[in-house]
């Protein structure tokens, strides 16, 4: 075997090897990742425009952290989601999913003379977490405090869970 050969088979291992550490990657973080589009902000002013501009910039994919918490009464979601304001979420309870939506707005600050400038991400966003029991979605609750969302999701009676004694004869 030349050795052209077995430095082309040692390549495509080494590429192999790089790529299933990627799908397994992808798959632990498939629903944290998210996909930011244009907000809609129709505006055509000046700042409007530049707005628009910089939300363009600022659309793309990011991560939004979670996590679920399973007790014996509810199931208990927190998601990461800084720079929000209470009503520019929209929570629904869909299937086995909590979907929240959203849309952060941007905010553009500019001074002249020894500039200072500060921009923040503008776009909406959607994400599905996957419940693990079957919840009560009229009883939900949820708040947003420093940057995280909390939904609190009481279980729902259809389904509760129950211990059964297993007997001798």
Do not use: C
């Not at 291992?13 to 244009?38: C, K, N, S, T």
């Not at 809609?40 to 707005?51: L, V």
């Not at 800084?82 to 929240?100: A, I, N, R």
């Amino acid at each position: 075997m030349s050795t052209l050969h077995q430095l082309r088979e040692g390549i495509n291992g080494a590429l192999d090897v790089i790529m299933e550490g990627w799908q397994r990657l992808y798959q632990h973080a498939r629903g944290a990742i998210i996909r930011f589009r244009p907000g809609s902000k129709a505006d055509t002013s000046t700042s409007a425009t530049s707005e628009h501009e910089l939300s363009l910039r600022s659309v793309g994919w990011g991560v939004m952290a979670a996590e679920v918490f399973d007790d014996d009464d509810k199931v208990l979601v927190r998601l990461e989601a800084p720079g929000m304001e209470k009503d520019d979420f929209d929570l629904q309870v869909t299937d086995e999913y909590l979907v929240v939506r959203g849309e952060k707005h941007i905010e553009r600050e500019q001074h002249e003379g020894h500039y200072h400038i500060t921009e923040r991400a503008f776009g909406r966003f959607e994400r599905a977490i996957p419940l693990p029991d079957d919840v009560d979605a009229d009883k939900a609750r949820a708040t947003y405090k420093r940057g995280v969302l909390e939904v609190t999701l009481p279980k729902s009676a259809r389904r509760q869970r129950k211990k059964i004694a297993v007997n001798e004869f």
